[in-house]
């Protein structure tokens, strides 16, 4: 039980396209989604928290209208990186929870490379 | 401020030893303490520890939480070369994000 899909694993792009990340949690219902940005070698970096029907809230230097998350049901929530650079590649991990007293189970990555 | 410490950073062993990983905390409130492995792709889920003194067990591996004390460890028994990976340790504080650790290196050579 409690599988989150992450989709697509990897991704390369141009420079300026916008790419979107898709977090699924198959088998509950998770109330609360959180997006990760992952440097080699460093440990989990937390972009934001997104809560089904609400406005997510994003972490201390992490431009809202640069990574646009949507959490539209209990099941989906959508990271779009808009008009992406290279600096913006990295290791991009989403996780879930039904609540508070149960653990974060990740997706297996989405790993973006821009050119 | 919260922060969550990880010993040793890195460790090397061969198959069949035992290793013990160490997690220490100091948080202003706390939920429980989470147990993660990461081989190439994101953290996988091993244990969540709330109480004190109560050992949680999966096969090989085994966890205990000292709530005086303060810190986790993380025993693995009999390794093999697939334990090889990077085991992060994480404290929920409830409303605040999951504090992580820097994680600790294993690797088991055959």
């Known amino acids: 039980g409690a599988v989150v899909s992450q989709h697509p694993s990897w991704v390369i792009c141009k420079s300026g396209t916008s790419v979107k990340i898709e977090c699924r949690s198959l088998d509950f219902q998770a109330t609360t989604m959180f997006w990760y940005r992952q440097f080699p070698k460093q440990s989990l970096m937390l972009m934001a928290t997104?809560?089904?029907?609400?406005?997510?809230?994003?972490e201390q230097g992490v431009e809202k209208d640069k990574f646009l998350i949507n959490h539209a049901s209990l099941t989906l929530s959508t990271l779009t990186v808009t008009s992406a650079h290279p600096e913006d590649s990295s290791f991009y991990i989403c996780?879930?929870?039904?609540?508070?007293?149960?653990?974060?189970?990740f997706g297996d990555g989405t790993r973006l490379s821009i050119l | 401020e919260d922060k969550v410490v990880q010993s040793p950073l890195s460790l090397v062993v061969h198959e069949g030893d035992t290793v013990t990983l160490n997690c220490s905390y100091e948080?202003?409130?706390?939920?429980?303490l989470l147990w993660y492995k990461q081989e190439k792709k994101a953290p996988t889920f091993l244990f969540m520890l709330t109480s004190s003194g109560i050992e949680k067990k999966s096969g090989r591996l085994s966890s205990i939480l000292d709530k005086k004390e303060l810190f986790s460890i993380l025993n693995i028994t009999a390794t093999q070369t697939g334990d090889s990976a990077i085991y992060l340790c994480a404290v929920d504080s409830g409303n605040t994000p999951l504090v992580f650790g820097k994680g600790t290196r294993l690797s088991v050579i055959a």
């Open positions: 997104s809560n089904e029907g609400s406005k997510a809230t994003y």
């Open positions: 948080v202003t409130n706390f939920r429980s």
């Open positions: 996780s879930a929870r039904t609540d508070g007293n149960q653990p974060q189970h």
